[in-house]
């Protein structure tokens, strides 16, 4: 099969993600890329690299949200992210309004523009600065501690939380159901610590005996 990027200036709302995780053979710690794909055009993938991470020296630990961010970004900053941009327009509004008032009863509106500029910057620096410094940090020092099973179980706690918000809501429900969760490692591999059958497991013990003797072989 042959690739094609994204051409520039023209990309599909209706597309779908690849995440690729792990390691490489000459790699220290993990990294992730994650792709846009869209489908097959004249036999070709339409493709776009979307996000590139990786951890080292530097960069202990990284939560990356996927699909719906929104919840995960809540978790993470202690405010829902539309909540932000609806205090900062409002704001901004308020500033320019606030600058058309004064500027008729003066002649230096250019002036009042760029101190009002200024002040909306230094108040969304401030409150980032409060986000990252009072939610984000504490989390993600925490995160670069944690042992593999429980980094998994935050993994799935997060994704649960995106789906129960998706479910009770008016929005589409485009995360949720059962979850399948993995734990890849420098030292074992990829680990299943949850996964999910089209079977009733306890049902059919014959192929767990069965895929567990290949695994051995």
């Excluded at 609806?86 to 523009?113: G, P, R, W």
């Amino acid at each position: 099969m042959s690739f094609s990027k994204f051409p520039s200036g023209i990309e599909n709302t209706g597309i779908s993600g690849v995440v690729i995780a792990g390691y490489g053979d000459d790699d220290i710690f993990p990294s992730l890329i994650a792709y846009k794909i869209e489908g097959l055009i004249n036999g070709k993938l339409k493709y776009k690299l979307d996000i590139e991470q990786k951890i080292d020296f530097n960069t202990e630990a990284i939560i990356i949200p996927f699909a719906q961010k929104e919840m995960v970004q809540t978790f993470m900053e202690g405010v829902h992210p539309e909540y932000i941009s609806i205090e900062i327009e409002y704001l901004k509004k308020v500033f320019d309004q606030f600058i058309e008032i004064i500027a008729e009863n003066t002649d230096k509106s250019k002036n009042l523009k760029k101190a009002a500029r200024s002040i909306l910057r230094d108040f969304r620096k401030n409150l980032e600065k409060y986000r990252k410094e009072k939610y984000i940090d504490p989390i993600m020092n925490i995160v670069s501690k944690l042992p593999k099973d429980e980094l998994a179980s935050m993994a799935e706690a997060l994704i649960n939380l995106t789906s129960l918000k998706r479910r009770w809501s008016i929005e589409r429900e485009t995360v949720g159901g059962p979850i399948d969760v993995a734990v890849i490692s420098k030292g074992d591999g990829f680990i299943w610590i949850k996964r999910k059958h089209y079977f009733k497991a306890e049902l059919n013990p014959q192929f767990f005996e069965k895929y567990f003797m290949e695994v051995k072989e």
